[in-house]
């Protein structure tokens, strides 16, 4: 089993910035990628970026450039950074753990609002 616990989310305003973090507890040696997710009222969740074990990353294309996936310093630990903040931004953020056997561990998730 893997524990997935979110924080850092809030109200900021159109072109601010907010750092998200994510911290994996458990079976942590399994995990092999974590990534953010997003969902917005009556939309389906989608992967905003996701960084993998060998440290590459990915990112959704409506991020591309203005948000940033980082690990901490223990390997179960992850951030993303994001900046230049748009009201489309809003969302309740979900971090995900993937693992090897296979399954995925999501966090309960952390309300990101873009707004004046």
């Known amino acids: 089993q893997v524990q997935v616990v979110e924080s850092g989310g809030g109200l900021v305003q159109p072109g601010g910035s907010l750092r998200l973090s994510c911290a994996a507890s458990g079976s942590i040696f399994s995990i092999y990628a974590m990534g953010w997710y997003r969902q917005a009222p009556g939309k389906a969740r989608d992967l905003v970026a996701r960084?993998?074990?060998?440290?590459?990353?990915e990112y959704a294309d409506s991020v591309k450039g203005r948000f940033s996936i980082s690990r901490g310093t223990a390997k179960n630990t992850m951030s993303l950074q994001m900046g230049s903040l748009k009201p489309e931004d809003t969302a309740v953020y979900f971090c995900?753990?993937?693992?090897?056997?296979?399954?995925?561990?999501w966090g309960q998730g952390t309300q990101v609002t873009v707004s004046s």
């Open positions: 960084i993998f074990s060998d440290g590459s990353t």
């Open positions: 995900l753990a993937a693992t090897t056997k296979p399954a995925d561990y």
